[in-house]
């Protein structure tokens, strides 16, 4: 896939992915599923669209993960 997604989950990351870097992965991802860094104007509305649910999707996946022989952090 694309080399600049990094993975977002622990132990990779020591603390929980943030909002930004959750983002800048579903930017990426619709970026090479697109095969355009930036949208023109009457693809915008869609493209951004697929970066929120990509997003939403992603943070979703990364609270459900189990990480076995990794203490789950408790929110605060």
């Known amino acids: 896939m694309c080399r600049?997604?990094?993975t977002l989950?622990?132990?990779v990351l020591p603390?929980?992915?943030?909002?930004d870097e959750i983002r800048?992965?579903?930017l990426q991802y619709v970026r090479k599923v697109s095969g355009f860094r930036a949208p023109a104007a009457h693809n915008?509305?869609?493209?951004?669209?697929?970066v929120e649910v990509?997003?939403?999707a992603t943070a979703e996946?990364?609270?459900g993960l189990?990480?076995?022989g990794a203490t789950r952090r408790e929110a605060s």
């Open 44 to 50: 915008r509305e869609v493209f951004e669209r697929a």
């Open 61 to 63: 996946l990364l609270e």
């Open 54 to 56: 990509i997003a939403e």
């Open 4 to 6: 600049s997604i990094k």
């Open 15 to 19: 603390e929980e992915a943030t909002e």
């Open 9 to 11: 989950r622990p132990p």
């Open 24 to 26: 800048a992965a579903a």
């Open 66 to 68: 189990e990480i076995r």
